[in-house]
């Protein structure tokens, strides 16, 4: 009898984005010293909770929510984000900051 489990164990969360797409994003950051806080920031929103205990432990957002942003953003799951687009996505994270940080002060 054959064990279906053992021949396909279920692998955990892998991360999202590909070599190619961590590339653009941290090139992209790099050259914008203005946004390294709100990249970092970003990334913790995206971030699954307890991400060190798995490999390759990096904080890395889930492949499902990677997937869902590229399919909102470019109609693709495998989409490699464009710089300026990142870039703009950051501008408009820290322009809403202090909207957000106001709003969940009120709830």
Avoid: K
Wanted: glycine share 6%; aromatic share 8%; with cysteine.
């Amino acid at each position: 009898m054959r064990n279906d489990a053992a021949a396909n164990p279920s692998p955990g969360p892998s991360p999202g984005p590909s070599a190619g797409a961590r590339s653009v994003v941290v090139r992209a950051v790099l050259v914008r010293p203005d946004l390294w806080w709100t990249a970092l920031c970003a990334l913790r929103r995206l971030v699954p909770g307890g991400w060190w205990r798995t490999g390759p432990h990096l904080p890395l957002p889930d492949s499902r929510l990677w997937a869902f942003r590229m399919v909102t953003a470019y109609g693709n799951p495998d989409a490699v984000p464009q710089a300026p687009d990142v870039i703009s996505y950051l501008e408009w994270c820290r322009s809403t900051a202090p909207s957000r940080l106001t709003n969940r002060r009120r709830s």
